[in-house]
């Protein structure tokens, strides 16, 4: 059985990320860690924990994190998810509650009682993953793997030019995590976008099913489809967290992926949150490969899976 941890800054992507987990009976969550980002981290808490229970499935344990970013002030995306983060349609009212102990010592906590068993997925900004390398390095080693939706891959920026979002809130925690010695796979922004996204007959038919999961993962998107009609005139869903979310379940949607030392850059303010991808050389021990890069997935299989779950 795997056992993962799944740390996130619950915007209406998450959620979906999550139910998607949450429905997955061949994982185990061992946790859901909670992190400031698209929304402060109360609000990304009360939303995790609504995501667990409109799903009606697995009950994990949800601990919050950190509430700011390591350096920087926080960075939020409430005019991409809605002011709530979920879509802003009255949706978020969990009876559940937080569990006792702070998320970075439950990450640590975890990896020491399953050394070289523990998967964690970041979709949201990574502070919470490097506060836990910069207190306790020698124990991180000892996690089985890392899947960051993070960067904007081989593709631009979406929060400037050159940066991805979840980098940009906490940049210079992307470059510890990085650095840290955890094997790790980046799921970019680049590949949600074009046929991965989700176009209106999709998104209807997943509303249509009726589950009360299913409906909430679209409801709570209703910010996310007016952005994306403002922004790329187009009717659709792109969901970069259940796509990397897809990648750590099923391998198998996964076409290509490049191993790369990837660099953060935290210095020139307009580079600032930019993650260089440097597949390019052969031999430099100075700088060996810190990351695999999706570079291709099967659009097609990604959907239907994603559909299929959603919707029994
Ligand atoms: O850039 C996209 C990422 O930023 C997603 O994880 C989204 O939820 C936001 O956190
Ligand atoms: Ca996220």
């Given at each position: 059985?795997?056992?993962?941890?799944?740390?996130?800054?619950?915007?209406?992507?998450?959620?979906?990320?999550?139910?998607?987990?949450?429905k997955?009976?061949?994982?185990?969550?061992e946790?859901?860690?909670?992190?400031?980002?698209?929304v402060?981290?109360i609000?990304?808490?009360?939303?995790?924990?609504?995501a667990?229970?409109?799903?009606?499935?697995?009950?994990?344990?949800?601990?919050?994190g950190?509430?700011q970013?390591?350096?920087?002030?926080l960075?939020?995306?409430?005019?991409?998810?809605?002011?709530?983060?979920?879509?802003d349609?009255?949706?978020i009212?969990?009876?559940?509650?937080?569990?006792?102990?702070d998320?970075v010592?439950?990450?640590?906590?975890?990896?020491?009682?399953?050394?070289?068993?523990i998967?964690?997925?970041?979709?949201?900004?990574?502070t919470?993953?490097?506060?836990?390398?910069?207190?306790?390095?020698?124990?991180?080693?000892?996690?089985?793997h890392?899947?960051?939706?993070?960067?904007?891959?081989?593709?631009?920026?979406?929060?400037?030019?050159?940066?991805?979002f979840?980098?940009?809130?906490d940049?210079?925690a992307?470059?510890?995590m990085?650095?840290?010695?955890?094997?790790?796979t980046?799921?970019?922004?680049?590949i949600?976008?074009?046929?991965?996204a989700?176009?209106?007959?999709?998104?209807?038919?997943?509303?249509n099913?009726?589950?009360?999961?299913?409906v909430?993962?679209?409801?709570?998107n209703r910010?996310k489809i007016?952005?994306?009609?403002?922004?790329?005139?187009?009717y659709?869903?792109?969901?970069p967290?259940?796509l990397?979310?897809?990648?750590a379940?099923?391998?198998?949607?996964?076409?290509?992926?490049?191993p790369?030392h990837c660099?953060?850059?935290?210095?020139?303010?307009?580079?600032?949150?930019?993650?260089?991808?440097?597949?390019?050389f052969?031999?430099?021990?100075?700088?060996?490969?810190n990351?695999?890069?999706?570079?291709?997935i099967?659009?097609?299989?990604?959907?239907?899976?994603?559909?299929?779950?959603?919707t029994?």
């Amino acid at each position: 059985m795997r056992r993962l941890i799944i740390d996130t800054d619950t915007g209406s992507d998450d959620a979906v990320a999550l139910i998607m987990a949450l429905k997955s009976p061949e994982i185990t969550i061992e946790a859901i860690t909670t992190v400031s980002g698209n929304v402060p981290l109360i609000q990304a808490s009360q939303n995790a924990l609504m995501a667990i229970e409109v799903t009606k499935r697995a009950t994990p344990p949800v601990y919050a994190g950190a509430n700011q970013p390591l350096k920087r002030p926080l960075m939020t995306a409430r005019d991409v998810h809605g002011q709530d983060g979920m879509g802003d349609q009255g949706l978020i009212h969990p009876t559940g509650r937080l569990a006792e102990g702070d998320a970075v010592d439950k990450i640590i906590e975890l990896v020491e009682r399953y050394p070289d068993e523990i998967e964690i997925i970041t979709i949201g900004p990574v502070t919470n993953i490097a506060k836990a390398i910069l207190r306790a390095s020698e124990v991180m080693k000892r996690v089985k793997h890392i899947y960051a939706m993070a960067t904007g891959g081989f593709g631009p920026g979406n929060i400037t030019p050159v940066a991805e979002f979840n980098v940009y809130v906490d940049a210079e925690a992307f470059e510890i995590m990085l650095n840290s010695g955890i094997d790790i796979t980046i799921v970019g922004f680049d590949i949600c976008l074009g046929d991965a996204a989700f176009d209106k007959e999709e998104i209807e038919h997943i509303r249509n099913s009726g589950k009360p999961e299913a409906v909430f993962a679209i409801e709570c998107n209703r910010s996310k489809i007016d952005w994306n009609l403002k922004r790329y005139n187009r009717y659709c869903i792109n969901w970069p967290d259940p796509l990397a979310m897809a990648v750590a379940l099923w391998e198998d949607i996964v076409v290509e992926s490049v191993p790369a030392h990837c660099y953060t850059c935290t210095i020139e303010e307009p580079a600032y949150g930019q993650v260089i991808v440097d597949t390019s050389f052969f031999g430099n021990k100075t700088k060996a490969f810190n990351a695999q890069v999706i570079r291709r997935i099967d659009s097609a299989k990604y959907k239907a899976r994603v559909i299929d779950l959603l919707t029994k």
